[in-house]
Nanobody, 128 residues
């Protein structure tokens, strides 16, 4: 059974930093593409960043490019999202998700419906 547990969320002032972690278990972590997504109140879930299983290449939403950094530690089965220069519009519940190597991407690696397994989310609130 796939398990994804996010942590590291909280309240931060605009311009500050936060580091989210997602501890994974129950599957061969280094074979999976991992993604970070977020959902603000009244809005649809959106892709923030993704990191591949093979060469560790990354993809970012335009809204976070240059401010957020995704990384993974395959030895610890953990994926991270370093959030710098945060803005009030970054306020959302942040989720990590995993995509099995059994299925190829039909579209964008940042599309939520491409991912099968999800964590419970961690709240990030940015005050102005």
């Amino acid at each position: 059974e796939v398990q994804l547990v996010e942590s590291g969320g909280g309240l931060v002032q605009a311009g500050g930093s936060l580091r989210l972690s997602c501890a994974a278990g129950g599957f061969s972590f280094d074979d999976y593409v991992m993604g970070w997504f977020r959902q603000a109140p009244g809005k649809e879930r959106e892709g923030v960043s993704a990191i591949t299983n093979s060469d560790g290449s990354t993809r970012y939403a335009d809204s976070v490019k240059g401010r957020f950094t995704i990384s993974r530690d395959n030895a610890k089965n953990t994926v991270f999202l370093q959030m710098n220069s945060v803005k009030p519009e970054d306020t959302a519940v942040y989720f990590c998700a995993a995509k099995s190597p059994m299925w190829g991407f039909r579209g964008s690696v940042l599309a939520p419906d491409e991912y099968e397994d999800w964590g419970q989310g961690t709240q990030v609130t940015v005050s102005s």
